[in-house]
């Protein structure tokens, strides 16, 4: 399975900031060479994740 993302993935991590494990999905809307460009789908703010940090805890929804 290939792990690797790419524009257009739907993603979900967890909240940033909680202690009780709330998840958030995410679209992925862009990259560079170390960010990605995100969209939060529960409220469409857009944002940057660094890939590195995306590529540990996320998991992609196919």
Same mark, same amino acid.
């Given at each position: 399975? $290939?792990?690797?993302?790419?524009?257009?993935?739907?993603? #979900?991590?967890?909240?940033?900031?909680?202690? $009780?494990?709330?998840?958030?999905?995410?679209?992925?809307?862009?990259? @560079? +060479?170390?960010? +990605?460009?995100?969209?939060?789908?529960?409220?469409?703010?857009?944002?940057? #994740?660094?890939?590195? @940090?995306?590529?540990?805890? +996320?998991?992609?929804? $196919?």
């Amino acid at each position: 399975m $290939d792990t690797r993302f790419r524009i257009g993935d739907t993603v #979900l991590l967890k909240e940033k900031g909680t202690t $009780d494990g709330r998840l958030r999905l995410f679209r992925i809307h862009g990259m @560079s +060479a170390r960010l +990605a460009y995100v969209v939060d789908l529960k409220d469409n703010r857009q944002g940057m #994740l660094p890939l590195d @940090s995306l590529e540990t805890e +996320a998991k992609r929804l $196919d």
